[in-house]
């Protein structure tokens, strides 16, 4: 175990730290889980101290997929204080190489597939043109490959 999650553990105890294969944070059960022999290194412990951030920050769902963008860029945020105490600094291009991840994705979800206009999330799963009208669905998963159905629009609203 290395010193940084002995540390955290210590501190906050009242949020579970559990070997995984991946990182994330449960709000479910307040665990974050975390990659062991990723914490060897700086991305590990970045990203250790990024669920962390979510954890303090007391996040738990979204509501939208810029939401969740913006979940994203306050754990950072808060990550980034926490590593000062620990003497740690988070490299910035890290932190905008994984925000662009999130970016990216929202950015594929929002393109209509009709004219290929970037639009508005209406609904947790439903996108709205706001050129051509058009209607689609995205995946409920941030994990997964982005698909984008189309459904047809019943009613023309404006905008």
């Avoid at 070997?19 to 700086?42: C, H, I, M, N, Q």
């Avoid at 970016?103 to 290929?116: A, E, H, I, K, N």
Wanted: charge should be positive; proline fraction near 4%.
């Amino acid at each position: 175990m290395t010193k940084l999650l002995s540390v955290l553990r210590t501190k906050y105890p009242g949020i579970s730290f559990v070997p995984k294969d991946s990182f994330y944070w449960s709000p479910r059960t307040s665990t974050v889980f975390y990659v062991p022999e990723a914490l060897e290194g700086a991305n590990g412990q970045w990203s250790l101290l990024h669920e962390l951030g979510h954890a303090l920050l007391g996040h738990s769902n979204f509501k939208s997929d810029f939401g969740l963008l913006k979940l994203e860029s306050e754990a950072w945020v808060k990550a980034q204080k926490e590593a000062k105490n620990h003497t740690i600094t988070i490299d910035p291009d890290h932190i905008e190489d994984c925000l662009d991840s999130y970016r990216d994705w929202l950015y594929q979800r929002s393109t209509c597939p009709g004219c290929l206009s970037s639009s508005l999330q209406i609904e947790p799963r439903k996108y709205r043109c706001f050129n051509c009208n058009n209607l689609w669905n995205v995946s409920s998963s941030r994990t997964c490959r982005t698909y984008r159905k189309n459904q047809k629009a019943s009613v023309i609203e404006a905008f």
